[in-house]
């Protein structure tokens, strides 16, 4: 018998206090989504029924958002899907699909902004056995965390020759003596010491908590002193405000590079940065950077691991956590059975570290490598893997399952 479904409370410090039968919403995305979903949820259940036996459980409750939210209730977002998030603290998405250009704005980036998941995480390791354009994919080992809820994400913007963009242009010449061509769409980039601040601060203590060499600042602030290069300047002041006994500025650290055992504490200007993550990637392992970095890096070292199939995220907030496939919903192979599900598989196995079932993580962990290393794989890794056999999404799956030891 499977334990009773509950909800997941909060204790001091933000610790989770999570019961043997977890109540998880989840939204099964638009495109492909159904397709990776029917494929992920079965591993998911495989691996807490192996791992548990009937002692832990989760319950699945479908929230609506997309297309299929659109279709049901007339919203892109409903308002009950918050609700169902901020109710059980924890949930599970697949793709959502975004317009370019005019419409719509990014349900991915709304859901984060609403519910105030502020850090975005996204590790990146390399599984071995899967096609990878590095001679040493091996050494990439990092994890990202992303501020999610400001920079140019923010979503603070005015379409040329707008009354609201003509606006803002003589003010910032009569008022700042900004000479702006009159024609121009306008942005605006608002970065905070405190929301810089406590996304630093997580990523510092996931380094501490997980025994990770380094966090790395990188930013733009050669440039954009005054929000980039200030967000590097608030991450030092963190560390030595709140970390001090535990984390080192590489700056201050000794001839021989010993830290001691802290943490140290980096910074890299972003296209240097992106240099350092093809040629010396086993020099750095965390990452903390502004949003609109953070999106650009961690798709190109998703690049370096097999590509956005094999890339899982994390939005996470303060005693609440949406998990999701960082890919697109690829309408053209919708209901085709194709996609690789293991951007959602292992944006599960993110879900189950977060809960503290690692049984049910590290057996996901193993059937994924297990079968990659069998050249079992789906359609995009298939087609750079010599001798491969080509499964589909939903077949795939079921080899992970099998391969779970």
């Known amino acids: 018998m499977s334990a009773a479904p509950g909800i997941i409370q909060v204790g001091p410090d933000n610790r989770l206090i999570v019961p043997d039968g977890v109540t998880v919403p989840f939204i099964e995305g638009d495109g492909v989504g159904p397709d990776i979903w029917k494929a992920s949820v079965e591993v998911f259940n495989a691996a807490v029924a192996k791992a548990y036996r009937g002692k832990r459980s989760i319950h699945w409750i479908e929230v609506l958002a997309g297309e299929k939210g659109y279709a049901q209730t007339g919203q892109w977002l409903p308002e009950e899907t918050l609700e169902s998030f901020k109710k059980y603290r924890i949930g599970i998405k697949g793709p959502l699909g975004t317009p370019v250009g005019g419409g719509m704005r990014s349900l991915n980036v709304a859901i ?188 190109a070292l998703a690049a370096e691991i097999g590509g956005l199939g094999m890339a899982p995220g994390a939005n996470v907030g303060d005693g609440l956590a949406v998990f999701e496939a960082t890919h697109g919903s690829a309408p053209k192979y919708a209901g085709q059975d194709v996609i690789n599900p293991g951007s959602v598989i292992l944006s599960g196995v993110l879900m189950f570290d977060y809960l503290g079932w690692r049984e049910a993580s590290a057996l996901i962990r193993t059937g994924i490598q297990r079968t990659i290393q069998a050249k079992i794989v789906t359609y995009d890794l298939a087609r750079q893997l010599q001798g491969a056999t080509r499964v589909r999404c939903s077949e795939f799956g079921r080899a992970i399952i099998e391969n779970m030891k």
């Open 112 to 299: 984060r902004q609403k519910l105030d998941l502020y850090a975005c995480i996204r590790p990146v390791k390399y599984i071995p056995g899967v096609p990878s354009p590095l001679q040493e994919p091996e050494k990439v080992d990092m994890i990202v965390f992303r501020e999610n809820v400001e920079d140019l994400y923010a979503g603070i913007e005015w379409p040329s020759g707008t009354p609201e963009a003509v606006k803002v242009i003589e003010f910032l010449a009569k008022e700042l003596g900004q000479k702006i061509r009159p024609d121009s769409a306008i942005g605006i980039k608002p970065m905070s010491p405190f929301n810089s601040k406590r996304l630093i601060r997580k990523a510092i203590r996931w380094a501490l908590d997980y025994h990770c060499p380094s966090v790395t600042l990188v930013h733009k602030g050669n440039i954009l002193k005054f929000t980039e290069g200030a967000f590097r300047d608030w991450g030092y002041e963190l560390a030595g405000d709140e970390f001090a006994g535990q984390t080192i500025g590489e700056a201050n650290l000794p001839p021989d590079g010993n830290a001691g055992g802290k943490v140290v504490i980096k910074d890299r200007i972003t296209d240097a940065m992106f240099q350092q993550i093809l040629l010396r990637p086993d020099e750095y392992s965390v990452l903390a950077m502004p949003n609109l970095n953070g999106d650009y890096m961690s798709d």
